[in-house]
């Protein structure tokens, strides 16, 4: 703590002296030790695919923040580490670049598993993490900032949305995911509130895959079947990364089409489209907190910058992406908020902070470490990208606890 | 029209104008004409309105709304400042109206969304209208569209158009689809008439109506009872048969796994465990062939099939590049060959994600490998996992036939089975080696363009097959090619059947504990090889 | 093969040998002292160093294991991660027993994924775990008899070389399989995590880290000294014998099928109690170290360092982790390139290993 306190203070008083020395000048970081910013996203194994990204829009921010002078006067240095999709290892990794490294922030994970993993880490250095993903909610931690989607953000929304006129009035509802712990929550609070609105189990259908299933055809046809009941069918998936492209060719090719059985999915954003030709699945559905579509001055600076930075112009963006890079944002605006970088000053600082979003609304750091968003939900179009059919007027806050789960019934919700 | 530019609210006052002046006049074809605009225009509003406007220009029957419906279906309608409707046909503009052809108008007039509630419309309008089209694809797809939307004011359209058709599956489609409409009739001799007919049928949709109209027509549900159960036993015989079709699907996928490796292992002897990253090498060189010809239309649909041999070549070379420069050092050590491929397998699949990064790179199908096809006794398959299939077999007889009929073949028999004695014959066995090798790798590669089809395509392609491979190869008989061929498929069958009452992951789970339960007992596999060569 | 008279340059590099092994116990022990020293001391070890070690320490004994099976008794196992999965699973249960009503939910018995996932009562293979002695029993035994259940089954029927490989690969692959569902009362995908406390000390002490450290210090020097013993005996003879010819060993009236056995037990056990001291260090545990990938990497281990040594595979483990640390930090990129490229370097050229190089330098 004391050793943090020096080195903030002499690179104030260098940044200081560099200040008044040049101020006409580009500011040069001279002698102020850098920020130091961990990248902790798996960048070989099975998460790569996803995870490489995120990497490379902290590392855009990193670039592009440098280019505004930096924070504090001071330059900010990347530490990126490949955890290699290996839970254990993001344990490790996490503790290396806190106590080696003495990162001031973190951004990484994608896995609930892996964030459980470095939790722990966390809150015993003292840490801070940035989680960019949508989750399953159920948690809390001073040393973790989650700015992807709660449940009550995302999944309720999108079913509320398929069981009134514009979704198709759906009375009977397939859970489909993937068996890990995203999937096995959200669905039970989705069914707690299935069964509020009536919905009774007899009209659910449950159904959980390996990670990286790639062999849908019984349970796309038994789909089918199940939606040959004589009442409107939807599904809802929470079908993981790799399993998608498998999915969606199954479906196209069953012939389920978005007008007779809509899937709405939560793990499915533009990246995932990528590697799909999306003709057969127009008008399947998406819930998000932001789409590249989303029309923005916001967003179009986020796309031109990354554009430009991956040297791609057709490289696209996703709802992880700009979680990311809102969370950057929030956590530079409070650095330069507290004056420091120290994790306790900017824990405080960036509650109730404020940023205008790509999504196009002001999202706001809640205490609770959760960010207020807009929801959205998107039409598969043919170029494989969303069309926005549907959004909440405001931004709703994160309810990280879920309502709908009996056991948080006596816990105080803020 | 002769509209000008002007405000909307003067247009709006002009037509209620011209609308008052030709019900004065009371002529018929203007009224119509009218009330054509006047829906038309609510294609430009919002989704309700877009919804209710396709549904008045369907019943319209008015076959001007076709181009302004397909339009809005394609994402080609486009709305000006001032409300006009545009079609975009080709580079230029039509106007959605007239047909006639406009400039570009400033500001750029905004592309028209819909949702999937106006896309529905959309089908039973476009149903409506083409129905009695003279290109038989759309009629068949009307008809399938005015199934699903079935109203009671179809009938007459139904009738017209059923008795006019000559092609037998139109016909059916037709039928059907009339049979629907009449269930949902007012009329009760209607409606037993559509009952009838739809438990005629064997369509999981037709259940799925009479279902629905169980619940409305208390008075009907002996009849509907009798017609459900008449499509269950159909169902059931095809759901049999769906099942069986998806076991051989699933087989066929292990099996052009497995046969590169029934060659390398089974054959030759050496524990390939890159295996799986020249499935994915294939894959990609799927997607090279494919972007390569992006510029050349006429090749375009035939980038599959000029993938199979580009796949060929390319996993073969880096076989043969492998097993010259590293495998034939380690001949006789089975398991530090396994080591080192496993070393390689890491390169080559961090090789692919530096050089075409980690995402999922797309693939197209071509138009042949996508949707449904009906076997005989209307059993669905999809075209994509039929194709596959059959490929699998002919890679598979073309591989037999390469090792039983060809010069290569007989070499690859004698130096594998009795090698000394070969090369005292003048076989150059470092060179059959590396031949043998390498057509095991290109195989390999083709069943990378094959997965392409249904999987992803990604750095992590070949890992999620290889312990597949591995057991299918050990299952069946190390050496033996019948023997991979019978444990693919009969895998991929017991797998489909448990997965209905087990789920996807417990199948799998018993798949593997009988496999490993097998070797037990029969320690060489299905199909052991007999004589000395089992000894090794 | 085992000369009675040794080469003066082969015992002096054997001596040499055990010195360096000496030695390195002795600076692996010093490492918690020297983390008390100040942080800009030269000798101060960080904090980070010893978690890390205290990993490689566990990833030691289950080369260790593996080499035993592997090296002398000529079972290559490629589903030894599934036996360091199970113990570690073991001791993940008695962790997470010992949360007790500090969950986010405050059950008093039920661990939290089991609360938001709807148990009402623990599942009946949860009982007894809240002792610890009855978890280290279960750390033993549990990876021990799926061990004597395979071993059995599989040596009895002869199954040797590859098909006993890709077979214990299956094995572990059906397991990660199965421990992946949700339903099977493991936690699914997530495993076990945020552990409190274990023998009454809070784990995210340095203290628990120091005491962990060297518990899997003294068990692998255990564990080594355990091998050597019995690789020395006359029942090691043996089974290195079965090793190079396992029908003639039959032939000359061995039980060959429980001598087997009896090596594959015990290092099915070995590679438990790495896992159980695996678990609390790294403070997680769940189905990826099943993966088949995990178990090839242990052979791997024994082969970089030099199979048939068991100095070597503990070396071995050493390097190729320290290494991948090491890596995974500077060259995020490129490790993999590298670490494929030492895997086949090292089959290619050192066939002995890094034990082989420097006996081959004493001679």
């Known amino acids: 703590m004391t050793k943090t306190g020096t080195i903030t203070r002499r690179a104030a008083l260098a940044g200081l002296t560099t200040a008044l020395a040049a101020p006409a000048f580009r500011p040069s970081f001279a002698q102020a030790a850098p920020i130091k910013i961990g990248v902790l996203h798996s960048l070989s194994g099975t998460m790569a695919i996803s995870e490489t990204a995120l990497r490379d829009t902290v590392l855009m921010m990193v670039e592009y923040q440098n280019s505004k002078g930096g924070l504090l006067g001071r330059r900010l240095e990347a530490v990126v580490v490949d955890p290699a999709s290996n839970w254990p290892l993001f344990a490790e990794k996490a503790r290396e670049l806190l106590q080696v490294h003495k990162v001031d922030v973190t951004y990484g994970c994608w896995t609930s598993v892996s964030r459980k993993s470095v939790l722990p880490v966390f809150e015993e250095l003292n840490g801070m993490l940035f989680y960019p993903v949508q989750y399953e909610g159920e948690e809390e931690s001073r040393n973790i900032f989650y700015t992807g989607a709660a449940p009550n953000q995302q999944a309720i929304p999108a079913v509320e949305y398929l069981m009134g006129p514009d979704g198709g009035e759906a009375k009977r509802i397939v859970l489909l995911g993937t068996d890990y712990v995203y999937p096995r929550t959200t669905n039970r609070i989705l069914r707690g509130f299935l069964n509020s609105k009536g919905i009774t189990d007899a009209d659910i259908m449950e159904e959980y895959t390996p990670f990286g299933h790639s062999d849908w055809q019984g349970i796309v046809s038994r789909v089918k079947t199940f939606a040959n009941q004589g009442k409107k069918t939807a599904i809802v998936s929470t079908i993981n990364g790799d399993a998608n492209v498998p999915f969606y060719r199954e479906l196209g090719n069953q012939g389920i089409k978005a007008e007779d059985i809509p899937c709405v999915a939560f793990s499915v954003g533009e990246e995932e489209l990528a590697g799909i030709d999306t003709r057969p699945l127009v008008g399947h559905l998406a819930a998000w907190n932001y789409f590249m579509s989303v029309q923005s001055p916001a967003n179009t600076e986020f796309k031109n910058l990354w554009q430009a930075y991956i040297k791609n112009p057709r490289r696209v963006t996703n709802d992880p992406m700009e979680a990311t890079y809102t969370g950057f944002n929030m956590w530079a605006q409070a650095v330069t908020k507290a004056g420091t970088t120290a994790v306790d000053a900017v824990r405080t600082a960036v509650i109730g902070e404020k940023f205008a979003a790509p999504a196009g609304y002001t999202e706001e750091m809640l205490p609770n470490h959760h960010l207020s968003k807009p929801v959205m939900i998107g039409e598969i179009q043919a170029d494989g990208q969303f069309n926005i059919v549907w959004k909440t007027p405001e931004v709703v806050p994160a309810e990280n606890w879920s309502r709908f789960i009996p056991e948080n019934a006596n816990r105080r919700r803020g | 029209m002769g509209r000008a530019p002007a405000r909307p609210i003067r247009t709006v006052m002009k037509r209620i104008l011209l609308l008052l002046i030709l019900l004065a006049a009371s002529a018929l074809p203007a009224h119509a004409q009218d009330a054509f605009v006047s829906a038309l225009s609510g294609l430009g509003g919002n989704f309700n309105a877009q919804a209710e406007a396709t549904a008045r220009l369907g019943s319209l029957g008015d076959a001007r709304a076709l181009p302004a419906l397909r339009a809005l279906s394609e994402g080609r309608l486009l709305r000006t400042a001032d409300g006009t409707l545009l079609i975009r046909e080709g580079s230029g503009l039509v106007d959605a109206a007239t047909g006639a052809p406009v400039a570009a108008p400033d500001p750029e007039p905004q592309r028209i969304s819909i949702n999937n509630r106006v896309r529905a419309a959309l089908r039973g309008a476009l149903g409506q209208l083409q129905i009695l089209s003279t290109d038989p694809a759309e009629r068949l797809a009307a008809a399938e569209a005015v199934f699903r939307t079935r109203s009671a004011d179809n009938i007459p359209l139904l009738e017209t158009a059923l008795g006019r058709e000559t092609v037998p599956r139109i016909k059916d489609q037709l039928a059907l689809a009339l049979a629907a409409s009449r269930l949902v009739s007012p009329d009760r001799a209607a409606k037993l008439a559509g009952i009838a007919a739809l438990g005629e049928g064997s369509s999981a949709e037709a259940r799925s109506l009479l279902l629905e109209a169980r619940a409305a027509n208390a008075d009907l549900t002996e009849q509907i009872d009798g017609a459900i159960a008449s499509i269950d036993r159909r169902l059931a015989v095809r759901r049999v048969a769906e099942t069986a079709f998806q076991g051989l699907s699933l087989g066929s996928v292990l099996l052009l796994a497995a046969l590169g490796l029934a060659v390398t292992f089974g054959v030759m002897g050496v524990i390939n465990m890159a295996h799986g990253e020249f499935v994915m090498l294939g894959a990609y060189t799927t997607v090279i062939v494919q972007d390569l010809l992006r510029d050349v239309p006429a090749l375009q649909p035939w980038s599959l099939p000029l993938a199979v041999p580009a796949a060929f070549l390319v996993t073969a070379a880096a076989g043969a590049l492998m097993e010259r420069g590293l495998i034939r050092h380690l001949y006789g050590r089975p398991l530090e060959t396994l080591l080192m491929t496993f070393g390689v397998g890491m390169m080559i699949q961090q090789a692919v994600r530096l050089i075409f990064g980690a995402q999922n790179r797309e693939v197209i199908s071509p138009p042949w490998m996508q949707g449904t096809l009906l076997l005989p006794f209307d059993i669905p398959v999809t075209a994509n996992r039929l194709w596959i299939l059959c490929f699998s077999l002919v890679v598979f007889g073309l591989i037999v036939a390469a090792i039983r009929f060809t010069r290569f073949g007989l070499e690859m028999r004698a130096v594998t089975q009795r090698r000394p004695i070969a090369a005292a014959m003048g076989i150059r066995t470092g060179r059959v080696d590396a031949l043998t090798f390498a057509f095991g790798s290109g195989i390999a590669g083709i069943a990378g363009v094959a997965l392409s089809q249904i999987d992803n395509v990604s750095p992590n392609l070949g890992t999620g097959y290889i312990i597949d491979s591995f057991l299918v190869v050990v299952f069946g008989g190390v050496g033996s090619l019948a023997g991979t061929l019978i444990a693919a498929f009969g895998l991929g069958v017991i797998n489909k059947m448990l997965e209905p009452w087990a789920g996807a992951v417990l199948a799998k789970v018993f798949v593997l504990v009988a496999v490993m339960i097998f070797i037990q007992r029969r320690p060489r596999g299905l199909f052991p090889q007999k004589g000395r060569a089992a000894e090794a | ?363």
């Open chain 3, 1 to 363: 093969m085992s000369a009675t008279t040794l080469e003066p340059g082969v015992s002096r590099a054997r001596l040499g040998l055990r010195a360096a092994m000496i030695a390195a116990v002795a600076i692996l022990a010093a490492f918690p002292i020297l983390n008390q020293l100040p942080q800009d001391s030269v000798f101060h070890v960080s904090d980070f160093l010893v978690s890390v070690s205290g990993k490689w320490i566990c990833y030691a004994i289950l080369a260790l294991s593996l080499d035993l099976a592997w090296g002398y008794a000529g079972i290559l196992s490629l589903g030894h991660g599934a036996f360091f999965a199970l113990g570690g699973y073991c001791m993940g249960m008695h962790l997470m027993r010992l949360i007790g009503p500090r969950g986010v939910y405050g059950h008093p018995v039920l661990p939290d994924f089991m609360v938001f996932l709807g148990y009402q009562e623990l599942p009946w293979y949860w009982l007894g775990f809240n002792h610890f002695a009855f978890a280290m029993l279960m750390v033993l035994l549990v990876p021990g008899f799926l061990a004597l259940v395979l071993g059995w089954l599989c040596f009895r029927s002869r199954i040797t070389g590859v098909y006993l490989s890709i077979i214990t690969q299956a094995m572990t692959y059906a397991l990660m399989l199965a421990f992946f569902r949700n339903d099977m009362g493991f936690g699914g995908n997530n495993g076990f995590t945020d552990f409190k406390e274990l023998l009454g000390m809070p784990l995210n002490t340095g203290t628990a880290r120091a005491a962990l450290f060297y518990a899997s210090l003294v068990t692998l020097v255990a564990a080594y000294l355990l091998c050597r013993w019995m690789t020395g005996t006359k029942y090691g003879r043996v089974l290195t014998a079965i090793r190079d010819a396992e029908n003639r060993v039959r032939f000359l009236g061995y039980d060959t099928t429980s001598h087997k056995l009896f090596a594959f037990v015990v290092s099915a056990m070995l590679a438990g109690l790495a896992g159980a001291l695996y678990v609390p260090q790294v403070g997680i545990i769940n189905p990826g170290e099943f993966s088949p990938g995990n178990s090839i990497e242990a052979v791997i281990w024994v082969a970089v360092g030099g199979r048939g040594t068991l100095v070597g595979a503990a070396l071995g483990a050493f390097s190729v982790n320290g290494l991948k640390t090491w890596l995974t930090s500077a060259a995020p990129d490129l490790w993999l390139f590298v670490l494929g490229a030492l895997f086949v370097a090292v089959t290619l050229f050192l066939p002995k290993g890094l034990i082989g190089l420097m006996q081959g330098r004493g001679k």
